[in-house]
């Protein structure tokens, strides 16, 4: 296993079209996280997973945002008519409960144009 | 509202140099704490990982404390090289399982 990874990596987008980006993570985390990260910040929670069900959800995921994990594998998140706002790295994480550290895969960075 | 400050946000040093980042949380109802590093355009890389029974971890010439009491951690870098240029973000985990992070710091080492 070679980590979290995440496709596409970059994503270039004209304003109103619909992007869905997908998260591999570590085979044997049962808990996925998306962030989102705009430029000179930190990343932000946007929601998480623990195996299938969606456990958490940010109000930053607008309605126009949602994410799947349909079989407690891997993971979508959709963005449904773009703006330009929605800019940013989009970052997923994989993780065990328990005392164990968040694995981050290099992430997909989105261009609304 | 748990939220997380980093100081200083930007930070340039002479290569050789050691160095200390800073981070405070609010909270300190934290589950555990941990240091990522992230170059330009990149995803993060975990550094180290303090649990919530812990006080420091090291790895290498990075050495990492929690102060849960003070809500405070810092990241210690000795003989800093060019190569440990980079954006280092410190993360606080919830016990719901969400990380809090701050905003970073920017480290250039200049060789």
């Known amino acids: 296993d070679t980590g979290v990874s995440q496709d596409p990596r970059h994503k270039i987008t004209k304003r109103g079209q619909n992007v869905t980006f997908r998260c591999d993570p570590i085979?044997?985390?049962?808990?996925l996280y998306w962030y989102r990260q705009t430029l000179g910040q930190g990343p932000e929670f946007l929601t998480y997973?623990?195996?299938?069900?969606?456990?958490?959800k940010s109000r930053l995921l607008s309605d126009r945002f949602s994410a799947e994990r349909p079989k407690g594998s891997f993971s979508t998140l959709e963005i449904q008519r773009t703006e330009q706002g929605d800019s940013a790295m989009y970052l997923c994480?994989?993780?065990?409960?328990?005392?164990?550290?968040?694995?981050f895969g290099s992430g997909t960075r989105l261009t609304v144009v | 509202k748990q939220e997380v400050t980093q100081i200083p946000a930007a930070l340039s040093v002479p290569e050789g140099e050691n160095l200390v980042l800073n981070c405070s949380f609010t909270?300190?109802?934290?589950?555990?704490l941990q240091w990522f590093r992230q170059d330009p355009g990149k995803g993060l890389t975990s550094l180290l990982l303090i649990q919530s029974s812990q006080r420091e971890q090291t790895s290498g010439r990075l050495n990492a404390s929690l102060d849960k009491s003070s809500g405070r951690s810092t990241l210690y870098i000795a003989a800093s090289q060019p190569g440990d240029s980079a954006t280092y973000l410190c993360a606080v985990h919830l016990n719901t399982g969400k990380l809090i992070f701050g905003q970073g710091t920017t480290l250039q080492v200049k060789p």
């Open positions: 085979s044997e985390h049962n808990r």
């Open positions: 909270d300190s109802a934290i589950y555990n």
């Open positions: 994480a994989s993780s065990q409960p328990g005392d164990y550290g968040y694995t």
């Open positions: 997973f623990q195996n299938e069900a969606q456990l958490e």
